[in-house]
């Protein structure tokens, strides 16, 4: 089916070091900068296994370009994350990088966490994706 660019990027993260920091909670903030780092490489790592570019990784957000099926699989493991994880993490996926971005943007103020964008003629649709 061609690629697709996949976005993830934690929410409401900088907020919570914000908190920490200004809380002087430093082992609270190592322990949740290092499961920040742990997981965002997990994710990289399905994302090169599965083929990605990995254009940008750093500290809770990466942006790729794999083909569908990788975009579904990397998803499928973003969302098990998210449900053991106490950081929730958004992803969007779409045809170019705009549109991704776009979704990213979506999904992290709708709260819908997995968007697909989807054009259709002049329409931009912000679809769930499918887990």
Do not use: P
């Amino acid at each position: 089916m061609g690629d697709m660019y996949i976005a993830i990027d934690g929410d409401s993260v900088g907020i919570r070091l914000q908190q920490l920091i200004l809380e002087e909670r430093l082992e609270e903030l190592k322990s949740f900068s290092n499961s920040i780092h742990d997981t965002l490489l997990s994710f990289v790592r399905i994302l090169e296994k599965h083929g990605a570019v990995v254009y940008m990784h750093g500290g809770d957000n990466i942006f790729a370009k794999c083909t569908r099926e990788c975009a579904q699989i990397v998803s499928e493991y973003v969302a098990v994350e998210n449900k053991r994880n106490r950081i929730c993490y958004s992803l969007a996926i779409g045809k170019n990088t705009q549109d991704t971005y776009m979704g990213l943007q979506y999904a992290k103020s709708s709260k819908h966490h997995y968007i697909e964008v989807v054009r259709e003629g002049e329409k931009i649709l912000f679809r769930d994706v499918d887990l």
